[in-house]
């Protein structure tokens, strides 16, 4: 009877949509060149999330490749709905706390987003849809922690209590006009704390939450070094819409961020291995693979707001810094995060929050309304995001933390010995490689 539940709620939420009133699309002040090149945006963000899927499907073991895989496809159709349904109104709808978070009823099943006023020279469905995929990814990224651990249906019911509890507060208060972070000041362009820092915390709460108690994890190399590859290329190809994207417009702005996110994940690939090479360690196409990713996070919340030469000094920085916390993690901690998404999400995006705060400037960005960045001699943007910094980590490990336990009393996320041994893949889905 249990297994029923989620079908006749999902055919009820179908129904109520039926009863919406259609509506004309808005379309004075309209530019076409932008709406193409945010449908494109949109699209390469989507394909982030099967990007994910390959990188981590291909870093696990061969029993558990599918499982790893499927968290992040099911996210696709879980959030999707979840969004539609409310989310984008927790995210965007007007402010109904203090700038913490939205009116849920505002956009309720999409409510008026079709005659709504356009969001910049663009429609407001395809602004909800474009940030429709952030709300996807994140909760996919936090998969790399909670691989081979957690029961499937567990897994669904905590992402929609992460996409509802957390990332939605999260974009209301860093990009709502009304929004706490937003007014304050912070910059974050396309998500270092909306998307990186979460997940990343939430790994880090799960990391220790699910920690196996007299348990050793045994050490299992990686099942499909191509996979991880072809991974990379397409979470590669996709941050090109993720963070050209958020400009949000096709433009000047849109061509600089394009550029330093390239810049930033050419050189955090090449400073892991060369750093790992230094330490005696032989260069790896998974070392140069995690790397560019870390670049890609780290400089995600910057590549609107700085320079393209200081987007190389931002790559390379933050993957000495994370490949540092993986050996950290490893050698003088028991934390069980399986693909090290605390060390390149958490700590890679909370390292390109603080290089935002450093190297912003006004010439890149000339919505850059507080200020310019500390190499520039201004403090004021650099404390600010120093403060932000640590409102965002105590929200999201904490609220991870809560989130968890409550998905726990309702579903127990353990998976059991019997099941570990057997692999996820056959023991939760019927599927073999």
Known sequence: MKNVIPLVLLIAVSVLGLFTTPAVMVTEGLVSGDVAWM???????????????FFYGGMIDTKNIISTMLQSFVAMGVISVVWIVVGFSLAFGPDLAGGFIGNPMTYFMFKGVAEAPLWGTVPLMLFAFFQLKFAIITPALITGTFAERVQ???????????????????????????????????????????????????????????KSKGEKKAAAAPANIPFVLLGTGLLWFGWFGFNAGSALTAGALATSAFATTNTASAAAGLAWILFDSARGKKPSALGFCIGAVVGLVAITPAAGFVTVSASLFIGTVAAMISNLVVHWKASKTSLEDTLDVFPCHGVGGAVGMLMTGIFAHTAVNSLNTTGNGLFFGESHLFVIHLIALAIVIVFAFVGSLILLKITDLISPLHVSAEDKLVGSDFAQHGERM
Do not use: C, E, N, Q
């Open 152 to 210: 499937f249906k567990s897994y669904l019911l905590f992402i929609i209590l992460f996409s509802l509890f957390l990332h939605s507060p999260l974009a209301h208060m860093t990009w709502a006009a009304d929004g706490f972070l937003f007014k304050l000041g912070v910059l974050d362009f396309a998500g270092g704390t909306v998307v990186h820092m979460s997940a990343g915390f939430a790994a880090l709460a799960a990391s220790m939450y699910l």
């Open 39 to 53: 449908l494109a945006a949109s699209a390469f963000v989507l394909l982030m999330t099967p990007g994910l899927a």
